[in-house]
Protein backbone atom coordinates (compact mmCIF):
# COMPACT_ATOMS: atom_id res chain seq x y z
CA UNK A 1 0.00 0.00 0.00
CA UNK A 2 1.32 3.31 -0.97
CA UNK A 3 0.49 6.28 1.91
CA UNK A 4 3.82 8.34 2.04
CA UNK A 5 5.29 9.37 -1.74
CA UNK A 6 8.33 11.35 -1.69
CA UNK A 7 9.48 13.70 -4.76
CA UNK A 8 12.86 14.64 -5.31
CA UNK A 9 13.39 17.73 -7.52
CA UNK A 10 10.90 20.67 -6.34
CA UNK A 11 11.01 22.47 -10.34
CA UNK A 12 8.37 22.65 -12.39
CA UNK A 13 7.44 19.29 -12.40
CA UNK A 14 8.34 18.24 -9.45
CA UNK A 15 6.04 20.81 -7.90
CA UNK A 16 3.38 19.03 -9.54
CA UNK A 17 3.48 15.83 -8.74
CA UNK A 18 3.62 17.12 -5.30
CA UNK A 19 0.68 19.39 -5.63
CA UNK A 20 -1.21 16.26 -7.33
CA UNK A 21 -0.20 13.63 -4.84
CA UNK A 22 -1.44 15.48 -2.02
CA UNK A 23 -4.52 16.44 -3.45
CA UNK A 24 -5.30 12.77 -3.70
CA UNK A 25 -4.55 12.38 0.09
CA UNK A 26 -0.76 11.05 0.06
CA UNK A 27 1.48 12.27 2.54
CA UNK A 28 4.13 13.93 0.50
CA UNK A 29 8.28 14.56 1.09
CA UNK A 30 9.69 16.92 -1.34
CA UNK A 31 13.37 17.41 -1.42
CA UNK A 32 15.43 19.72 -3.45
CA UNK A 33 19.24 21.21 -3.43
CA UNK A 34 17.90 24.96 -1.58
CA UNK A 35 15.79 26.22 0.59
CA UNK A 36 14.99 28.79 -1.67
CA UNK A 37 14.04 26.11 -4.85
CA UNK A 38 11.77 24.57 -2.03
CA UNK A 39 9.99 28.29 -1.24
CA UNK A 40 9.53 28.95 -4.73
CA UNK A 41 7.80 25.40 -5.22
CA UNK A 42 5.54 25.77 -2.30
CA UNK A 43 4.60 29.70 -3.11
CA UNK A 44 3.75 27.68 -6.90
CA UNK A 45 1.60 24.82 -5.21
CA UNK A 46 -0.30 27.11 -3.46
CA UNK A 47 -0.80 29.53 -6.45
CA UNK A 48 -1.97 26.63 -8.39
CA UNK A 49 -4.45 25.55 -5.41
CA UNK A 50 -5.78 28.99 -4.72
CA UNK A 51 -6.61 28.57 -9.11
CA UNK A 52 -8.36 25.43 -8.54
CA UNK A 53 -10.40 26.88 -5.23
CA UNK A 54 -11.41 29.54 -7.72
CA UNK A 55 -12.56 26.97 -10.19
CA UNK A 56 -14.20 24.86 -7.35
CA UNK A 57 -12.26 22.26 -8.39
CA UNK A 58 -11.30 21.58 -5.12
CA UNK A 59 -12.21 23.20 -1.46
CA UNK A 60 -10.30 25.84 0.91
CA UNK A 61 -10.56 22.87 3.49
CA UNK A 62 -8.91 20.44 1.22
CA UNK A 63 -6.28 22.92 0.02
CA UNK A 64 -5.72 23.23 3.72
CA UNK A 65 -5.34 19.24 3.96
CA UNK A 66 -3.27 19.16 1.10
CA UNK A 67 -0.85 21.87 2.05
CA UNK A 68 -0.49 20.18 5.40
CA UNK A 69 0.59 16.74 4.27
CA UNK A 70 3.66 18.30 1.99
CA UNK A 71 6.79 18.40 3.94
CA UNK A 72 9.80 19.88 2.62
CA UNK A 73 13.93 19.51 2.87
CA UNK A 74 17.23 19.65 1.80
CA UNK A 75 17.95 16.21 3.55
CA UNK A 76 17.45 12.66 1.75
CA UNK A 77 16.39 10.96 5.18
CA UNK A 78 13.02 12.99 4.66
CA UNK A 79 12.08 9.80 2.27
CA UNK A 80 13.07 7.11 4.85
CA UNK A 81 9.05 6.54 5.71
CA UNK A 82 8.19 6.83 2.10
CA UNK A 83 6.58 4.09 0.22
CA UNK A 84 7.63 5.28 -3.10
CA UNK A 85 9.53 7.50 -4.07
CA UNK A 86 9.55 9.97 -7.86
CA UNK A 87 12.82 11.17 -9.03
CA UNK A 88 11.58 15.00 -10.88
CA UNK A 89 15.03 16.27 -11.11
CA UNK A 90 16.81 18.08 -14.33
CA UNK A 91 17.13 15.61 -16.98
CA UNK A 92 21.25 14.66 -16.79
CA UNK A 93 21.86 10.73 -16.45
CA UNK A 94 24.71 11.50 -14.16
CA UNK A 95 22.41 13.73 -11.82
CA UNK A 96 19.67 10.98 -11.66
CA UNK A 97 22.53 8.26 -10.59
CA UNK A 98 23.83 10.49 -7.85
CA UNK A 99 20.35 10.97 -6.49
CA UNK A 100 19.53 7.39 -6.69
CA UNK A 101 23.17 6.63 -4.52
CA UNK A 102 22.43 9.59 -2.21
CA UNK A 103 19.02 8.01 -1.87
CA UNK A 104 18.98 4.19 -1.26
CA UNK A 105 20.55 4.14 2.10
CA UNK A 106 17.47 6.34 3.19
CA UNK A 107 15.33 3.95 1.64
CA UNK A 108 13.11 1.53 2.99
CA UNK A 109 13.80 -1.95 1.16
CA UNK A 110 10.18 -2.77 0.00
CA UNK A 111 10.09 0.86 -1.62
CA UNK A 112 8.77 1.51 -4.85
CA UNK A 113 10.91 3.83 -7.07
CA UNK A 114 10.50 5.63 -10.28
CA UNK A 115 11.99 8.49 -12.12
CA UNK A 116 9.46 11.17 -14.21
CA UNK A 117 12.75 11.49 -16.90
CA UNK A 118 11.53 12.32 -20.31
CA UNK A 119 13.74 10.42 -22.38
CA UNK A 120 16.84 8.59 -20.46
CA UNK A 121 17.03 4.63 -19.76
CA UNK A 122 14.95 3.10 -17.65
CA UNK A 123 16.60 -0.31 -17.92
CA UNK A 124 20.14 1.94 -16.98
CA UNK A 125 18.74 3.97 -14.41
CA UNK A 126 16.97 0.96 -12.48
CA UNK A 127 20.31 -0.84 -13.03
CA UNK A 128 22.40 1.84 -11.01
CA UNK A 129 19.98 0.93 -7.79
CA UNK A 130 19.67 -1.87 -5.58
CA UNK A 131 15.74 -2.95 -6.78
CA UNK A 132 15.95 -2.66 -10.93
CA UNK A 133 12.49 -4.95 -10.57
CA UNK A 134 10.50 -2.29 -8.33
CA UNK A 135 12.07 0.51 -10.67
CA UNK A 136 9.59 1.91 -13.03
CA UNK A 137 9.22 5.19 -15.12
CA UNK A 138 6.61 7.47 -14.38
CA UNK A 139 6.48 10.41 -17.22
CA UNK A 140 3.73 13.33 -16.10
CA UNK A 141 3.41 15.83 -18.60
CA UNK A 142 3.48 19.49 -17.45
CA UNK A 143 1.19 21.25 -16.07
CA UNK A 144 0.84 18.06 -13.47
CA UNK A 145 -2.18 19.25 -11.89
CA UNK A 146 -3.70 19.74 -15.63
CA UNK A 147 -2.65 17.41 -18.21
CA UNK A 148 -4.54 13.85 -18.29
CA UNK A 149 -1.68 11.32 -18.98
CA UNK A 150 1.22 9.85 -17.22
CA UNK A 151 3.24 7.17 -19.77
CA UNK A 152 4.43 4.30 -17.93
CA UNK A 153 7.66 2.63 -19.04
CA UNK A 154 9.14 -0.63 -18.05
CA UNK A 155 12.69 -1.20 -17.43
CA UNK A 156 13.62 -4.62 -18.95
CA UNK A 157 13.54 -5.98 -15.01
CA UNK A 158 10.65 -4.16 -13.87
CA UNK A 159 8.25 -6.90 -12.50
CA UNK A 160 4.31 -7.20 -12.66
CA UNK A 161 3.52 -6.04 -9.00
CA UNK A 162 5.44 -2.55 -9.50
CA UNK A 163 3.69 -1.79 -12.72
CA UNK A 164 0.84 -3.09 -11.36
CA UNK A 165 1.33 -0.70 -7.96
CA UNK A 166 2.02 2.45 -10.24
CA UNK A 167 -0.58 2.22 -12.98
CA UNK A 168 -3.77 2.14 -10.26
CA UNK A 169 -1.29 5.19 -8.24
CA UNK A 170 -1.77 6.90 -11.59
CA UNK A 171 -5.35 6.56 -11.76
CA UNK A 172 -5.77 7.26 -8.01
CA UNK A 173 -4.17 10.38 -9.02
CA UNK A 174 -6.97 11.14 -11.57
CA UNK A 175 -4.53 10.71 -14.70
CA UNK A 176 -5.03 8.00 -17.85
CA UNK A 177 -2.11 6.08 -18.51
CA UNK A 178 -0.28 5.27 -21.97
CA UNK A 179 2.14 2.37 -21.72
CA UNK A 180 5.78 2.82 -23.88
CA UNK A 181 8.43 0.22 -24.18
CA UNK A 182 12.08 1.46 -23.32
CA UNK A 183 13.56 3.04 -26.18
CA UNK A 184 14.83 6.82 -26.09
CA UNK A 185 12.03 9.62 -25.47
CA UNK A 186 9.13 6.43 -25.00
CA UNK A 187 6.14 8.07 -26.94
CA UNK A 188 5.55 11.44 -26.73
CA UNK A 189 8.88 13.23 -26.72
CA UNK A 190 9.82 10.76 -29.21
CA UNK A 191 7.18 12.69 -31.55
CA UNK A 192 7.31 15.99 -29.97
CA UNK A 193 10.86 17.17 -29.77
CA UNK A 194 11.75 16.32 -33.32
CA UNK A 195 9.00 19.02 -34.48
CA UNK A 196 10.06 21.19 -31.20
CA UNK A 197 13.75 21.01 -32.68
CA UNK A 198 12.15 21.40 -36.43
CA UNK A 199 10.51 24.45 -35.32
CA UNK A 200 14.15 25.66 -34.08
CA UNK A 201 15.40 25.22 -37.34
CA UNK A 202 12.86 26.97 -39.13
CA UNK A 203 13.91 30.15 -36.93
CA UNK A 204 17.78 29.49 -37.46
CA UNK A 205 17.43 29.04 -41.43
CA UNK A 206 15.39 32.58 -40.90
CA UNK A 207 12.27 30.79 -42.66
CA UNK A 208 10.07 32.46 -40.32
CA UNK A 209 10.07 34.61 -37.03
CA UNK A 210 9.19 33.41 -33.46
CA UNK A 211 6.03 35.10 -33.89
CA UNK A 212 5.14 33.91 -37.27
CA UNK A 213 6.18 29.82 -36.44
CA UNK A 214 4.37 30.05 -33.11
CA UNK A 215 1.20 31.48 -35.10
CA UNK A 216 1.48 29.24 -38.59
CA UNK A 217 1.58 25.97 -35.61
CA UNK A 218 -1.63 27.40 -33.85
CA UNK A 219 -3.73 28.57 -36.36
CA UNK A 220 -2.40 26.12 -38.86
CA UNK A 221 -1.68 22.72 -37.28
CA UNK A 222 -5.08 23.77 -34.57
CA UNK A 223 -2.11 23.02 -31.98
CA UNK A 224 -3.23 25.06 -28.62
CA UNK A 225 0.83 26.55 -27.66
CA UNK A 226 3.01 27.08 -30.48
CA UNK A 227 6.14 25.21 -31.25
CA UNK A 228 8.45 27.88 -29.25
CA UNK A 229 6.05 28.48 -27.20
CA UNK A 230 5.86 24.92 -26.04
CA UNK A 231 9.92 24.83 -25.98
CA UNK A 232 9.88 27.47 -23.78
CA UNK A 233 7.22 26.12 -21.47
CA UNK A 234 8.76 22.46 -21.44
CA UNK A 235 12.29 24.35 -20.66
CA UNK A 236 15.03 24.87 -22.98
CA UNK A 237 17.72 22.71 -21.45
CA UNK A 238 15.05 19.79 -21.33
CA UNK A 239 14.50 19.95 -24.45
CA UNK A 240 18.47 20.20 -25.79
CA UNK A 241 19.04 17.03 -23.52
CA UNK A 242 15.85 15.09 -24.25
CA UNK A 243 17.22 15.71 -28.53
CA UNK A 244 20.88 14.57 -26.99
CA UNK A 245 19.64 11.45 -25.98
CA UNK A 246 17.62 10.87 -29.31
CA UNK A 247 20.69 11.34 -31.45
CA UNK A 248 23.05 9.28 -29.13
CA UNK A 249 20.43 6.36 -28.56
CA UNK A 250 19.09 6.27 -32.39
CA UNK A 251 22.05 7.40 -33.74
CA UNK A 252 20.30 8.74 -36.39
CA UNK A 253 21.60 12.19 -37.55
CA UNK A 254 17.64 13.09 -38.08
CA UNK A 255 17.52 14.02 -34.80
CA UNK A 256 20.76 16.48 -34.16
CA UNK A 257 19.55 19.20 -32.04
CA UNK A 258 19.76 22.41 -33.44
CA UNK A 259 22.68 24.81 -32.64
CA UNK A 260 20.41 27.99 -31.89
CA UNK A 261 19.07 25.38 -29.54
CA UNK A 262 22.12 25.15 -27.67
CA UNK A 263 23.54 28.30 -28.09
CA UNK A 264 19.99 29.53 -26.21
CA UNK A 265 20.81 27.04 -23.26
CA UNK A 266 24.48 28.07 -23.24
CA UNK A 267 23.43 31.18 -23.07
CA UNK A 268 20.98 30.43 -19.83
CA UNK A 269 17.67 31.31 -21.87
CA UNK A 270 16.23 28.54 -20.30
CA UNK A 271 12.49 29.35 -21.41
CA UNK A 272 9.75 30.35 -18.76
CA UNK A 273 11.26 29.38 -15.34
CA UNK A 274 14.61 31.17 -16.27
CA UNK A 275 12.27 34.33 -17.33
CA UNK A 276 13.44 34.19 -20.81
CA UNK A 277 13.99 31.96 -23.78
CA UNK A 278 12.36 32.67 -27.42
CA UNK A 279 10.01 35.20 -25.53
CA UNK A 280 10.74 37.45 -22.59
CA UNK A 281 8.26 37.04 -19.79
CA UNK A 282 9.87 40.47 -17.91
CA UNK A 283 6.84 42.25 -19.17
CA UNK A 284 2.84 41.59 -19.11
CA UNK A 285 3.21 40.02 -22.52
CA UNK A 286 5.80 37.89 -24.05
CA UNK A 287 8.42 39.28 -26.28
CA UNK A 288 9.95 37.43 -28.79
CA UNK A 289 13.70 37.17 -28.35
CA UNK A 290 14.38 37.24 -32.04
N1 LIG B 1 9.42 20.25 -18.32
C1 LIG B 1 8.61 19.34 -18.80
O1 LIG B 1 7.71 19.63 -19.61
C2 LIG B 1 8.74 17.92 -18.36
C3 LIG B 1 7.67 17.03 -18.60
C4 LIG B 1 7.78 15.70 -18.16
C5 LIG B 1 8.93 15.28 -17.50
N2 LIG B 1 9.95 16.17 -17.30
C6 LIG B 1 11.14 15.67 -16.60
O2 LIG B 1 11.03 16.01 -15.23
C7 LIG B 1 12.33 16.25 -14.69
C8 LIG B 1 12.40 17.65 -14.09
O3 LIG B 1 12.08 18.61 -15.08
P1 LIG B 1 11.60 20.08 -14.69
O4 LIG B 1 10.97 20.66 -15.90
O5 LIG B 1 10.86 20.04 -13.40
O6 LIG B 1 13.02 20.80 -14.45
P2 LIG B 1 13.37 22.04 -13.50
O7 LIG B 1 14.64 22.58 -14.02
O8 LIG B 1 12.19 22.93 -13.37
O9 LIG B 1 13.59 21.37 -12.06
C9 LIG B 1 14.64 20.49 -11.75
C10 LIG B 1 14.84 20.57 -10.25
O10 LIG B 1 15.73 19.52 -9.84
C11 LIG B 1 16.51 20.03 -8.79
N3 LIG B 1 17.68 19.18 -8.55
C12 LIG B 1 18.81 19.07 -9.30
N4 LIG B 1 19.68 18.22 -8.71
C13 LIG B 1 19.08 17.78 -7.57
C14 LIG B 1 19.47 16.90 -6.52
N5 LIG B 1 20.67 16.31 -6.52
N6 LIG B 1 18.61 16.67 -5.49
C15 LIG B 1 17.40 17.27 -5.47
N7 LIG B 1 16.99 18.13 -6.43
C16 LIG B 1 17.80 18.38 -7.47
C17 LIG B 1 16.85 21.45 -9.25
O11 LIG B 1 17.29 22.25 -8.19
C18 LIG B 1 15.49 21.88 -9.81
O12 LIG B 1 14.67 22.48 -8.82
C19 LIG B 1 13.33 16.02 -15.84
O13 LIG B 1 13.76 14.69 -15.81
C20 LIG B 1 12.46 16.28 -17.06
O14 LIG B 1 12.91 15.63 -18.21
C21 LIG B 1 9.86 17.47 -17.69
Redesign the pocket.
Known sequence: MIKTIGV?????????IAHVCAASGFDVKL????QD?LDA?LATITKNMDRQVKRSLLSEDDKAGALGRIEMG?D?ALFGGCDFVI??????EE??R??FQ?LLPHLKADALLA??????SITRLAASTDRPERFIGM????PVPVMKLVELIRGLATDEETFQAIKTLAETLGKDVAVAEDFPAFIV?RILLPMINEAVYTLYEGVGGVEAIDKAMRLGANHPMGPLELAD???L??CL??MQVLYEGLADSKYRPCPLLVKYVEAGW?GR?AGRGFYDYGGETPVPTR
Open positions: IGAGQMGNGVDLSQAVYEAATENIKAIQSNTSSIHFMLNFIGDTSILK
